[in-house]
């Protein structure tokens, strides 16, 4: 399968800065409305960004440096074109930002040990709520976020964003963490040395509504560029001692990522709890080992 992708030039960082800043104190409607061939969704309730963010560094708390980061990967990432079999492009970093910051902001508030690191957003996990392997259940009740989600730029009607009305479980989601809910008991003791995030927030689908990975992809040479620009900018952030990928591609690119960075940062692979995966029906077992295996326990459980 071949996916072109084209990619339109970009002025300096101090210009990419400077449109940033306007787009923030623009209401979120304006930025979707100057694609020209797409029409603009509802998402008026939705907050403005400008709030949020301030023009300098150095009055930045840790998480609203983290909220930029993924702010600028947002802006890099509209330059990219698919073709098909990509029919829909999702990032729920944009239309569901107030879950995401919530996230961020009540989870990420300095550097972390540990590092999880996933592929990209599931259609019924990060899609709908805005948070990594974000089943809908565990990000609502045991994470204690929900907020109002908003619309993609181009919605798929097999595969509608709900956000928390959708009745739909992401299998993987629920996996994940309800093995961390078995594991730490709260989610203040997991956050506390730790954190989960997405190494590409975009989830593509095919005109029928299927799931399309960056694993699946074959020319993924200038998406790969941008989120291996933007994910070495967090893990400069976080500063972890240990990078979780969670399945092989996201093990893949972090290995890509920090090569030739001169960073002592160990990388190691957690099975993806996709059910997809091959011999995986008893995951919650060999990721319960893998904690063990690894020495894990102890940062996730003080």
Not at 73 to 88: D, G, I, M, T
Not at 157 to 177: H, I, K, N
Not at 189 to 204: E, G, I, M
Request: charged share 25%; hydrophobic share 35%.
């Amino acid at each position: 399968m071949e996916i072109l992708l084209k990619v339109r030039k970009l002025g300096p960082l101090t210009m990419l800065k400077r449109k940033l800043s306007k787009t923030l104190r623009s209401n979120s409607e304006e930025v979707i409305a100057s694609k020209a061939t797409r029409s603009a969704p509802d998402n008026s309730a939705l907050p403005d960004k400008s709030s949020y963010f301030h023009n300098d560094e150095s009055s930045l708390t840790f998480e609203q440096k983290f909220l930029n980061v993924q702010l600028e990967l947002n802006e890099e990432l509209k330059s990219l074109q698919f073709r098909p079999p990509v029919a829909y492009i999702y990032n729920p970093l944009e239309y569901a930002f107030k879950a995401n910051e919530s996230y961020v902001r009540k989870y990420c508030r300095g550097p972390k040990k540990l590092f999880f690191v996933g592929m990209n957003p599931g259609p019924f996990g990060m899609v709908q709520t805005g948070v990594p392997f974000g089943e809908i259940k565990c990000v609502r009740d045991w994470l204690k976020i929900e907020e109002e989600i908003g619309k993609p730029e181009k919605e798929c009607p097999q595969r509608p964003v709900l956000g928390f009305a959708c009745t739909r479980s992401e299998v993987s989601g629920d996996r994940f963490w309800n093995l961390l809910k078995k594991l730490c008991g709260t989610p203040d003791a997991f956050f506390k040395n730790s954190f989960v995030y997405n190494y590409c927030p975009l989830a593509l689908l095919k005109s029928d509504g299927g799931n399309l990975t960056p694993r699946d992809i074959k020319d993924t040479k200038l998406l790969e560029e941008i989120c291996d620009k933007y994910y070495f900018k967090i893990i400069q952030l976080l500063q972890p001692e240990i990078i979780v990928g969670i399945g092989e591609y996201a093990e893949k690119r972090s290995l890509a990522t920090l090569k030739g960075k001169g960073c002592a940062i160990k990388v190691i692979r957690l099975p993806h709890p996709s059910p997809r995966s091959l011999n995986n029906h008893n995951w919650p077992e060999k990721a319960e080992t893998f904690f063990q295996k690894n020495d894990l326990l102890k940062y996730v459980t003080e």
